[in-house]
């Protein structure tokens, strides 16, 4: 048994001390590295290191989950980020050192597994060993005398039978002891399941270290904002932002459609405590799955949409006001939602416009919407929203003219407007100020530049789509891990004995157990074995 | 209606708190006075007493072996103590500790209470922000306290329990306090009921398990020289035994909550795992604790070592609760502070 575990788990004989270590040629330095690369020592320093080495990657943000943050960060002390950027800290789980802790465990852990697992199918099919020559140093250790002589083979074939019901793998002995009576005994064992389970257990956790490292590479994920009315088409281009794994190809896309037909969100009106705090969010959608047909649903927030392989979920919605702009020449050069981003709570949103098809001059707008506005004698003159339901939609708008640089086909931020080479005819460094539009009002453009126009408001979605063909199996790995450890630890794994002893009057029957493992009811489950099977023998237990 | 039930709640709460400190009070009192000299010559009969039964029952045994000639009866002869239950160095509680305990019953009753109301008050379960869920994982720390009392006679740990939980109350209420609101939709989801359930479960047990080690750590520090308070404990080395059976049932919860995480992540923010802080706190102390049963399982770990682990484990369950909680920026930004 000491064979299946690594030499320092405490059930191994302990090292003898004082041996000369023999001179170890390079195949001996490579047994001896990997024996230490294998050992619990080695398994426990590493556990403990992976989980110190985890520290620094909360304290600082992440490029993969908080890249704004990481941005803000690096603004906010340069000099400090600089030596951050370079250990690897903004990237602390996809890091050299991080990844090299988990990558030795797992390698320990395999070395780990496959030894054991061999031992362990060797000990399947091996039966349970010699029942020891004394019982009364074992736990549990009791003893019954029965005054008969006869019949201990009976006796003994009832417990075996006893054990074998209780689950017991068990093995006859005849035996003749030093004193040359004849000790007839059953050894049984129970409980392979518990190392059946550990082993489970940590295979199992490979299998999810290795699905999750190849899921990334399959798989998928892309963002797009979607106005009510609007559809999003599964191909490349309909992404606004798209993550491919590494063995990402483009046949995996199935070109599906979802149309956001509409977004309704709910906010609380009753609890002052929570007065406009979001309660529901609910998108209607009608996709087109092709070769399946129309279809509706719904998307909410815990309730992602699962369509041909992918899973769209809601992540975020706010308001895209639906803004006119007619030129100097009175033509209609712009007519569509615009996508604000939300700012807080409240929906403070901010956007951008651009208008390249205006004469004489492009122009550019950028401004803030505000779903409720605060009124003036509350909030004073600086404008803030104070409600996110559309209760006085109100947008405010600086006015540029100049060239957008879009013609030159350079990929450009559609939330952002670089103001660079523009020149302000509206707004607070122009000559004129600022526009402020409530819903359906129209306001001219200083110079003839033409019109703008607050036509209507829309909401937006903002989707995400996943799609990880190893997910599935990442969460069976999970679940044998876990049924793994429950087995592992919960399952007992002894070995019981029950002997017959001739006495000059008679038999003594004697119990006895061994732990193999965490096994805190051993005693008593000696004392109900010898209970029942003294029962069984008409022996009277006294007590 | 919402309203009376809160203040209800409120008050069950803090009426809970001050029978916490009472009871804390009179544990403390019973710690004192097994330290007392007078106490000594009691418990030294008391064990006594149960060395005599023991020797009786002996006695009883071998003089059957002497009668077995007289017919079919046998008699078992028990060698080893009965069983699990009985705890080397234990001793009867004095009425001071089973004071102590019916202090916590009641306030434990009152605590719970408290916390169902505050779940009516809001519709929905108990523990969707910090003040909640600091509500209910004190009370589960002190069920699993009062549970394990079945098992085994742990009131030598009443003081701790009492203690931290009387204080933890306190400072949840005046700090942590938000008023009843809706959750918001991320939270809407059946995985609320039970990850975060679970996990208060997996606290419970880790929690008492760090109160086993740190007694097993001053019991192991006093070999020599065992005061007379630790000598009415039990020894170092069941003490770890003990604190390893329960921190493997924390164990178990918390590797159920991190998969249940995982699973709800997946639903609510389109990904099963991302290295929110959150999450990385969980995946933190879920490997110190794996640590911990390795280091049960090496040679050389066993003893003091694993005790400073599992110390250590309980520690970071702390400090994710708390502080990551409060100044670490992430997804879980559900504290409503
Ligand atoms: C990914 C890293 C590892 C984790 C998270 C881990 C976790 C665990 C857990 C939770 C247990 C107790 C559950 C059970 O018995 O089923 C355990 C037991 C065990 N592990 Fe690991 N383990 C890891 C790596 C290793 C490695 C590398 C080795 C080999 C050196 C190893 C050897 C063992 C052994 C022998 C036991 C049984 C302990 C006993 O007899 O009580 N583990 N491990």
Known sequence: MASSRPSDHIDSPAPEAGINQPRLGFMGYLRFFWRQLTSMRTALFLLLLLAFAAIPGSLVPQRSSDPNGVVQYIRDNPDAAEVLDFLQVFDTYSSVWFSSIYLLLFVSLIGCIIPRTKHHLQSLRTPPPKTPARLARLAGFTSVNSDTADAPDAAITSAQKLLSKQGYRTRLFDETARDGSRELSVSAERGYLRETGNLVFHSALVGVLVTVGIGGGFGYNGNKVIVEGQAFTNVLSGYDTFNPGRFFSDDVLVPYTIAVDKFSAEYEEENLDAYGQPIDYTVDVTTDVPGEGEASGIIKVNEPLRIAGSNAYLLGNGYAPWITVRDGDGNVAFSQPVPFLPQDANLTSVGVIKVPDALPEQLGLQGFFYPTQCSTDVCGSALSSVHPDLRDPTLTLEVYTGDLGLDEGAATNAYALNTDDLTQVSGRNADSPGLLLKLGDTVELPNGLGSVEFTEVKRFVSLDIHHDPTQIWVLIFSILVLAGLLTGLFIPRRRVWVKAVATPTGTRFEYAGLARGEDPGLESAVEDIARKHSQQLGLKLSE | ?337
Not at chain 2, 17 to 37: K, N
Not at chain 2, 51 to 65: L, Y
Not at chain 2, 209 to 232: C, D, H, M, P
């Open chain 2, 1 to 337: 209606m919402t309203e009376t039930l809160v203040t209800f709640s409120l008050v069950a709460i803090w009426s809970a708190m001050a029978m916490y400190a009472l009871a804390f009070i009179v544990f403390t009192f019973d710690l004192a006075r097994r330290s007392a000299p007078a106490e000594a010559p009691a418990s030294a009969a008391l064990a006594a007493a149960g060395r005599g039964s023991a020797a009786s029952r002996r006695a009883e045994a071998s003089a059957s072996e002497s009668s077995r000639s007289s017919g079919s009866t046998a008699v078992l002869d028990r060698e080893a103590g009965d069983g699990a239950t009985v705890v080397p160095g234990a001793r009867r509680s004095s009425k001071w500790a089973r004071l102590a305990m019916a202090l916590t019953v009641l306030a434990w009753l009152l605590h719970t209470g408290g916390t169902v109301l505050r779940g009516l008050a809001a519709d929905r379960v108990p523990w969707a922000n910090m003040f909640e869920f600091s509500l209910t994982a004190t009370a589960i720390i002190v069920g699993v306290f009062l549970l394990v009392q079945f098992w085994q006679d742990l009131k030598f740990l009443g003081a701790y329990v009492t203690g931290f939980v009387a204080l933890f109350l306190g400072i949840a209420t005046v700090n942590f306090y938000v008023d009843v609101v809706p959750l918001p939709p991320a939270l809407q989801s059946a995985w609320l009921v039970i990850h975060v359930f679970v996990a208060s479960l997996g606290t419970g047990f880790f929690a008492l398990g760090a109160g086993l080690s740190i007694v097993q750590l001053f019991q192991s520090s006093e070999r020599t020289n065992r005061s007379r308070l630790l000598s009415t404990m039990p020894d170092a080395t069941t003490l770890e035994n003990m604190a390893y059976r329960l921190v493997v049932i924390g164990f178990v919860f918390w590797t159920f909550t991190l998969i249940a995480g995982a699973i709800w992540a997946e639903a609510a923010w389109g990904r099963y795992w991302g290295w929110d802080t959150k999450e990385v706190w969980t995946f933190i102390i879920w490997t110190i604790f794996a640590g911990y049963i390795h280091a049960r399982a090496t040679r050389g770990w066993r003893g003091s070592r694993s005790a400073w682990l599992a110390i250590i484990g309980f520690s970071a369950v702390l400090f994710n609760f708390t502080i990551v909680n409060l100044f670490f920026k992430g997804l879980h930004s559900y504290s409503g502070m």
